[in-house]
């Protein structure tokens, strides 16, 4: 028999509830998925609050087209994180919905019909061609231009991150706060969207380069000049493996939350849990960790709610 066992409570649910008390009752209800929310929650909040680490959040470019857009802007702007590291894409759906929207449909539409309608599918979210495409060549052949007219042939996706944030995003936007507190946004797969394509097309009559490698110098300081790391990693490819893997060189991160939909047992990265990552240093041993399976455009807003 064993021993010292805690009992499994229900949920007290009543009028004016608050996120935090509703997340807090998740440790005690005992849930399959709600312990690990609970769980995040915690090495979040204590992330958060280390002053002596840097924080670094990861995430894919889906769901900068989905709300959830809202709360990785919020994460940025109240400096909840220190460094982000994302996909092209990312730069593609924070600039297109600072001008244009997009749109609610639905998984089961008919492609055919959308594409001679010149819509594209994300998922269950519409993107016409002018709400993307269109607007992104618009503003980033301007840009592009303005900074080469003021001088510029070179710049690292840092940079043109925060050109992007500081002249074409709005408020509403994850740049515009990134440009605005100074929060670092690495792209290591720059030219995989419509933004890296607009650099290439611009490219053919511009001598500009992009320097990536001024990104990783950048990475690398950051990494060895910290007395702790974290990370906030949601979904996988790239942008999940570019943390991790600065991180090994300087012993592994202190605290790694990731939020994943994607399987183990086909030996991705993107369903590789932290258990994994710890066998290649890539997280440290004793690393206030949590794996969350899960859709991150349910489980993050409630986990950024909770720790406001």
Same mark, same amino acid.
């Given at each position: 028999?064993?021993?010292?066992?805690?009992?499994?409570?229900? *949920?007290?649910l009543h009028?004016?509830?608050?996120?935090?008390?509703?997340?807090?009752?998740?440790?005690?209800? /005992?849930?399959?998925?709600?312990?690990?929310?609970?769980?995040?929650?915690?090495?979040?909040?204590?992330?958060?609050?280390?002053?002596? +680490?840097?924080?670094?959040?990861?995430?894919?470019? +889906?769901?900068?087209?989905?709300?959830?857009?809202?709360?990785?802007?919020?994460?940025?702007?109240?400096r909840?994180?220190?460094?982000?590291?994302?996909?092209?894409?990312t730069?593609?759906?924070?600039?297109?919905?600072?001008?244009?929207? *997009?749109?609610?449909?639905?998984?089961?539409?008919?492609?055919?019909?959308?594409?001679?309608?010149?819509?594209?599918?994300?998922?269950?979210?519409?993107v016409?061609?002018?709400?993307?495409?269109? @607007?992104?060549?618009?503003?980033?052949?301007?840009?592009?231009?303005?900074?080469?007219?003021?001088?510029?042939?070179?710049? %690292?996706?840092?940079?043109?991150?925060?050109e992007?944030?500081?002249?074409?995003?709005?408020?509403? %936007?994850?740049?515009?706060?990134?440009a605005?507190?100074?929060?670092?946004v *690495? @792209?290591?797969?720059?030219?995989?969207g419509?933004?890296?394509?607009?650099?290439?097309?611009?490219?053919?009559?511009?001598?500009?380069?992009?320097?990536?490698?001024?990104?990783?110098?950048?990475?690398?300081?950051?990494?060895?000049?910290?007395?702790?790391t974290?990370?906030?990693?949601?979904?996988?490819?790239?942008?999940?493996?570019?943390?991790?893997w600065?991180?090994?060189?300087?012993?592994?991160?202190? *605290?790694? @939350?990731?939020?994943?939909?994607?399987?183990? /047992?086909?030996?991705?990265?993107?369903?590789?849990?932290?258990?994994?990552?710890?066998?290649?240093?890539?997280?440290?041993?004793?690393?206030?960790?949590?794996?969350?399976?899960?859709?991150?455009?349910?489980?993050?807003?409630?986990?950024?709610?909770? @720790?406001?």
């Open positions: 028999m064993v021993e010292n066992l805690e009992a499994v409570k229900d *949920y007290c009028e004016n509830m608050s996120v935090r008390e509703l997340t807090e009752q998740m440790k005690a209800a /005992w849930g399959f998925t709600a312990e690990k929310i609970a769980m995040g929650i915690d090495v979040l909040k204590r992330m958060t609050m280390d002053e002596h +680490c840097v924080k670094f959040l990861s995430f894919p470019a +889906c769901i900068v087209a989905t709300g959830t857009r809202g709360v990785l802007k919020e994460m940025v702007k109240r909840l994180v220190d460094v982000v590291v994302t996909t092209c894409g730069l593609d759906h924070d600039l297109a919905r600072s001008w244009e929207n *997009y749109y609610r449909g639905s998984f089961d539409l008919d492609d055919a019909q959308l594409h001679k309608k010149g819509v594209n599918r994300l998922g269950n979210v519409l016409p061609n002018r709400s993307y495409g269109i @607007i992104i060549e618009k503003k980033m052949q301007q840009l592009l231009s303005a900074l080469w007219e003021e001088g510029v042939r070179e710049i %690292s996706s840092r940079e043109l991150s925060w992007i944030g500081k002249r074409l995003c709005s408020e509403d %936007s994850i740049l515009y706060w990134a605005e507190n100074k929060v670092p *690495y @792209i290591p797969g720059i030219t995989d419509a933004v890296g394509y607009q650099l290439w097309l611009f490219s053919q009559d511009h001598r500009l380069k992009i320097n990536v490698l001024k990104d990783e110098q950048e990475l690398n300081d950051l990494i060895f000049e910290s007395e702790r974290g990370a906030l990693i949601i979904g996988g490819g790239i942008s999940k493996h570019h943390v991790i600065w991180n090994q060189f300087k012993g592994g991160l202190d *605290y790694a @939350i990731y939020i994943t939909t994607a399987v183990e /047992w086909d030996g991705s990265l993107s369903g590789a849990k932290v258990r994994e990552a710890i066998s290649w240093g890539k997280v440290k041993e004793a690393a206030k960790r949590v794996t969350i399976e899960g859709d991150a455009t349910v489980i993050l807003p409630l986990m950024v709610a909770s @720790i406001l």
